[in-house]
């Protein structure tokens, strides 16, 4: 069965820390990894990875994958409180034939502390 | 703006009852994905779209049916067959004409949550 593990559940920092959320994965047929922050509400995208060790990286946060040891992080440098959310791990697999899909982890909370 | 429309916010079912959430896209996006989110898990499948007239079951579509009638849309009826319906319920769509490592990025709506009075 496919599985994706996201750890730690839950963290808190304070501001101006740095973080770095895990996110492991077991399955077959493994197209691409996806990270979304997800406030409350609606989860929004951040990065779509596809090849190990090309980091990805958007102001503070960035990303890489490692498709040997099927991992990936997501790494927040200078945490504020406006990075608190739950941050959602996606891999998208081949499903039924021609469709992919998407199978999510459970996510991470994190909370920044002013 | 561009978006994706689900309504309403809050949803309250009492037993026996269907309800149908909304989901509308003006992304012009292909597919369109129902999700079901409970406080624990990762989020579920339920339903996908590819095209209009045609859709497919998830991993857990008991209890619900969807349509696809046009394009932007892509409601979903939470039956009362469903016995556990309290949840929060997220609609994405995405585009499968982008280009190839951008068309399966799943963009999301606000969300339903569905509580059972």
């Known amino acids: 069965e496919d599985k994706v593990v996201q750890s730690p559940l839950s963290l808190v920092v304070h501001e101006g820390d740095t973080v770095t959320l895990n996110c492991s994965y077991e399955?077959?047929?493994?197209?691409?990894l996806l990270w979304y922050k997800q406030e409350k509400k609606a989860p929004t995208f951040l990065f779509m990875l596809t090849s190990s060790g090309i980091e990805k990286k958007s102001g503070r946060l960035s990303s890489i994958l490692d498709k040997k040891e099927l991992f990936s992080i997501l790494n927040i440098t200078a945490t504020q409180t406006g990075d608190s959310a739950v941050y959602l791990c996606a891999v998208e697999v081949l499903y039924g034939g021609a469709t992919n899909k998407l199978i999510f982890g459970t996510g991470t909370l994190l909370a920044v502390q002013p | 703006d561009g978006g994706i429309t689900q309504s309403p916010k809050y949803l309250f079912r009492k037993e026996g009852q269907n309800v149908t959430l909304s989901c509308e896209q003006n992304l012009n996006h292909d597919a369109m994905y129902w999700y079901r989110q409970d406080p624990g898990q990762g989020l579920r499948l339920i339903y996908y779209s590819q095209i209009v007239n045609d859709f497919q079951k998830g991993d857990i579509a008991e209890g619900y049916s969807v349509s696809r009638e046009k394009k932007e849309s892509f409601p979903l009826t939470v039956t009362s067959a469903q016995k556990n319906p309290t949840a929060f319920y997220l609609c994405?769509?995405?585009?499968?004409?982008?280009?190839?490592?951008?068309?399966?990025?799943?963009?999301f709506g606000a969300g339903t949550r569905l509580s059972v009075l």
């Open positions: 399955v077959t047929n493994f197209r691409s």
């Open positions: 994405a769509s995405s585009s499968l004409t982008q280009g190839s490592l951008a068309k399966n990025i799943q963009y």
